[in-house]
């Protein structure tokens, strides 16, 4: 079983939809959770950062962890087009960038 | 601007040839990362330094090298060892040892084996 399983897409949405992504994680330990957007042919860029349970909102973004299922969550809402993307999750238990565990990602369109 | 520079983008390379990649950045984060995107898995990385002249194998450092002479630069080579090197590499860095996670990536360079 992977460490940490992500739904790959694509995902298809018009514009001003609102966007659910997610991950699932089997190592209960994780306390340090991460969203990345990766655009097409480029490196990806840190999008959201949690730490332990709870929801952080930042604009249009609102990040979520379920330790309890072990499950994470990326809302965005009122989805515009630049937000076509590939979003990765990272998490990892002890913190540093050296232990990082990332999702397959899943690739979003947002259509005009 | 601050950031990381990864040269070649593309780059293309016969069987049973070394090749490098450079990786050059200019934000003074002590610790530095390579990793490896395949489609269809996530992010693995193959190594990192924490300082200049120390590095640690990721996950998937066999048929890799790097070396960490100087703070700003991280090169990986990738050695005729290397089964199936044909991939898209990522080099990142972070401050301290980054934690929380909060990687910086470049571009990224895209090799392909002919």
């Known amino acids: 079983q992977k460490e940490v399983e992500q739904d790959p897409g694509p995902l298809s949405v018009p514009e001003g939809a609102i966007v659910s992504l997610n991950c699932t994680y089997s190592?209960?330990?994780?306390?340090?959770f991460m969203w990345y957007r990766q655009y097409s042919r480029k490196g990806p860029e840190l999008l959201m950062y949690t730490y332990s349970s709870g929801n952080k909102e930042d604009g249009r973004f609102t990040a979520q962890v379920d330790k309890s299922s072990k499950y994470i969550s990326l809302f965005i809402r009122d989805s515009q087009p630049s937000d076509s993307a590939t979003y990765l999750c990272a998490m990892s238990a002890r913190g540093g960038a050296n232990n990082l565990f990332f999702g397959t990602g899943t690739r979003l369109t947002v259509i005009p | 601007d601050g950031g990381i520079t990864q040269s070649p983008k593309y780059l293309f390379r016969k069987e049973g040839q070394n090749v490098t990649l450079s990786c050059e950045q200019n934000l003074n984060h002590d610790a530095m990362y390579w990793y490896r995107q395949d489609p269809g898995q996530g992010l693995r990385l193959i190594y990192y330094?924490?300082?200049?002249?120390?590095?640690q194998k990721g996950d998937i450092a066999e048929g890799y090298s790097v070396s960490r002479e100087k703070k700003e630069s991280f090169p990986l080579t990738v050695t005729s060892a290397q089964k199936n090197p044909t991939a898209f590499y990522l080099c990142a860095s972070s401050r301290g040892r980054g934690l929380g996670g909060e990687l910086f990536f470049g571009e990224g360079s895209r090799l392909t084996v002919l």
């Open positions: 330094s924490q300082i200049v002249n120390d590095f």
């Open positions: 190592n209960s330990a994780f306390q340090y």
